[in-house]
């Protein structure tokens, strides 16, 4: 995924809504945040979209009388992303000591530490 402008904590609700919702309208957007007790008007949302949509995050169908707005980047390309760039940031790029920050960090299942250990065991194979 190419690097791309980060998204702010507002826009990552408004994403987040799109990856549970599927495509949407602003309308459709804004109510979602409702119910989540996040109260945002009409003109706010379609803000927050037509940035993501410049940061290349969301897309906009526009055939119809309302834009309808769909993710046009996954969680894990962005979250893949976003570590990519911490571990540029403070790792000089490498992944190791973030991974293991996160797990140390973290409680995890024991389906968790199952598919940390099939990745491990993927990742050796390959090389």
Request: glycine share 6%.
């Amino acid at each position: 995924m190419p690097r791309r402008q980060p998204a702010s904590d507002a826009e990552l609700e408004v994403l987040k809504v799109l990856w549970a919702t599927g495509p949407a309208t602003v309308r459709d957007v804004a109510a979602a945040l409702r119910q989540k007790r996040r109260r945002l008007a009409y003109n706010t949302v379609l803000t927050l979209l037509s940035r993501l949509r410049d940061k290349g995050y969301v897309a906009a169908d526009r055939r119809g009388p309302a834009h309808v707005f769909r993710a046009a980047a996954s969680r894990d390309d962005l979250l893949g992303s976003s570590l990519a760039a911490l571990a540029d940031r403070l790792c000089d790029g490498t992944a190791s000591p973030l991974v293991q920050a996160l797990v140390r960090g973290r409680r995890l299942s024991a389906a968790d530490i199952t598919q940390l250990r099939t990745l491990l065991d993927d990742l050796a194979r390959q090389g």
